[in-house]
């Protein structure tokens, strides 16, 4: 059984940082690309970081400079710091493989930017 588990969600002001967590289970996690999604209410879940299985990163162009994705093979967990946090980037997120496995979604964190 896939399981997916975000964490590190939480309220923050402007400017601050979280670093969000998501640990993953019954997956083959080391051939896959992982990515952290995000969905704002009234908005599409976009993929804002992914990562290869080799350590290549990409970033959407809305935090690229701002946040890291990185991934421990050893603990199967996959990371997101978020730094210069903006009200814009207050959505739920969520770790997936990319492309993204439908049944592998998982609850995500709320993270809030607001002061």
């Known amino acids: 059984q896939v399981q997916l588990v975000e964490s590190g969600g939480g309220l923050v002001q402007p400017g601050g940082s979280l670093r969000l967590s998501c640990a993953a289970s019954?997956?083959?996690?080391?051939?896959?690309?992982m990515g952290w999604y995000r969905q704002a209410p009234g908005k599409q879940r976009e993929l804002v970081a992914r990562?290869?299985?080799?350590?290549?990163?990409n970033y959407a162009a809305s935090v690229r400079g701002r946040f890291t994705i990185s991934r421990d093979y050893a603990k199967n967990t996959v990371y997101l710091q978020m730094n210069s946090l903006k009200p814009e980037d207050t959505a739920a997120y969520y770790c997936?493989?990319?492309?993204?496995?439908?049944?592998?979604w998982g609850q995500g964190t709320q993270v809030t930017v607001s002061s």
């Open positions: 997936n493989t990319d492309p993204p496995v439908s049944a592998y």
């Open positions: 019954g997956i083959i996690f080391r051939p896959n690309a």
């Open positions: 990562i290869t299985s080799g350590g290549t990163t």
